[in-house]
């Protein structure tokens, strides 16, 4: 898939930003969109894109602006179209958008975006994004289901299931789910015909078990890169922890996950995040690291880029003791001779928890953050980082707190665990409490934790934690 399957987008964003020209650059390239894979591979392209910014829209609604989308480029790819056909067709859609009964999904801040006039309408919405938590993975029906709806209607299976597995991995490039639909429409194909074919489901899942592998690798990664704030120190704390890594060594491979996590993550086209990836694998097992790193790590490394990368996904991080955080803190953490005095504060704040998810850990770490910058820019940083000593000496234990209680979630039966947290967790308001770590840890002590979700609960421990004196 092209960069231009971006357009499809951000057609309504484009003439503003270029003018005349861009009215111009995007009719030629989704012009030239069309023309290369046709109005039926187009029109799942554009359900992709729609199904992904949508995900909370019905199949009918993503359906009607896919299809008015697919019907505007094929008007005005005509070679006897208006000049503005193009542009004209974009902003009637958005008119469309904003009708009382308008067919199209109903995007939270849409109500905002259609007080606006022209061009600033069309900006506004063409840049909402959709940010409630994400949505259930999607249940894989049974064979015999998989016939009945497929044998009942070949193409509108086909489209049903983009529409689904695109809102569920909103935030990966679209060329991955349409490489994952097509797999899966070609495997109804041959294994539906004339009869259900089980030993073909079989043969056809087990091709399909390792794509499927890296899609839920990079649909995680991707959610955490997209949703949660300060993931980069995040990744830099895991990193350290996973491969036992220095702070320097930690935040130059972070750094390099997350530029390329950036780049890529929310554009259409697969290519950009193969090439990502496969450039981090050599950043990750340079052969001047590999010599200090675990038999397990070096097996990883063995393997082809990709693979590799979810190898040492898979890897189970170990307890370590870093040097402890520094208290009180230094007010050198805010001097420019520092530049990345709290960049350390975090990785050494956060390095040492093993049990801890990713979306969870940033989450505390993005508090001490906000606290440690806040007295930076205060007059009297000393004072004020004095004030907060206590205040971030609580987030270093709520740290402990949280990794210790999702080791013992991980090592304990789920009721036993219940029992447990109900003993300790006691005092006015205890059985809220309670639920809220036990939503926490039945949701999220799984590294592959959902990152918007978990963020939110994270978010209600540090507010009972801060409650509680």
């Known amino acids: 898939m092209r960069n231009t399957a971006l357009i499809l987008i951000s057609a309504l964003i484009v003439p503003t930003l270029l003018g005349d020209k861009g009215k111009n650059y995007a009719k030629e390239n989704v012009c030239q969109e069309l023309k290369a894979i046709g109005i039926e591979k187009f029109k799942e392209m554009v359900t992709v894109l729609y199904s992904q910014k949508f995900p909370n829209g019905t199949f009918q609604e993503v359906s009607c602006v896919a299809d008015e989308m697919t019907k505007l480029a094929e008007k005005c790819c005509k070679d006897d179209a208006s000049p503005d056909c193009y542009d004209k067709g974009a902003t009637e859609i958005s008119e469309k958008s904003c009708g009382k009964d308008s067919p199209f999904p109903k995007h939270p801040g849409i109500e905002q975006c259609c007080t606006l006039q022209g061009q600033e309408r069309k900006l506004c919405l063409a840049s909402l994004r959709y940010t409630a938590d994400e949505l259930a993975s999607l249940t894989e029906p049974t064979n015999e289901e998989i016939c009945t709806e497929y044998t009942k209607d070949k193409k509108d ?161 170990q307890p370590r003791q870093s040097p402890d955080v520094a208290s009180p803190v230094s007010s050198k953490l805010c001097e420019e001779a520092q530049p990345h005095g709290i ?34 820019s205060s007059a009297d940083i000393t004072m004020c980082l004095t004030e907060k000593e206590s205040k971030l000496k609580k ?65 209600d421990i540090i507010k009972y934690d801060d409650d509680t004196v």
């Open 343 to 376: 960049d350390r504060y975090l990785f050494l704040s956060g390095v040492n928890h093993a049990s801890i998810s990713l979306p969870v850990l940033t989450t505390v770490l993005n508090r001490i953050k906000n606290t440690v910058m806040a007295c930076c």
């Open 395 to 459: 987030s270093q234990a709520l740290l402990s707190k949280l990794d210790e209680t999702c080791s013992r979630y991980i090592r304990l039966d789920l009721p036993v665990f219940k029992t447990l947290m109900q003993k300790e967790v006691q005092g006015e308001g205890g059985e809220k409490r309670t639920q809220a770590w036990l939503d926490l840890a039945i949701s999220c002590c799984s590294q592959r934790s959902p990152a918007q979700l978990c963020q939110k609960l994270t978010e």
């Open 157 to 317: 299976y086909a489209v049903r299931y983009v529409y689904e597995f695109a809102r569920r991995h909103r935030n990966i490039p679209a060329g991955f789910v349409l490489n994952a639909t097509q797999n899966h429409v070609r495997m109804a194909e041959r294994c539906c015909r004339p009869a259900v074919k089980i030993s073909c489901f079989l043969q056809e899942r087990l091709q399909m078990q390792s794509s499927n592998i890296f899609l839920r690798f990079l649909s995680n990664v991707c959610n955490n890169q997209v949703n949660l704030k300060s993931f980069k120190f995040g990744l830099s704390a895991y990193y350290g922890n996973l491969l036992g890594l220095s702070f320097e060594e930690a935040s130059v491979i972070s750094s390099r996950f997350h530029s390329g996590l950036e780049k890529c993550c929310l554009k259409p086209q697969p290519e950009c995040m193969i090439e990502e990836l496969t450039s981090f694998q050599k950043v990750l097992c340079s052969e001047s690291k590999l010599d200090a790193m675990s038999g397990d790590f070096q097996k990883c490394c063995k393997k082809p880029a990709l693979d590799s990368l979810l190898c040492v996904d898979d890897l189970k991080r």
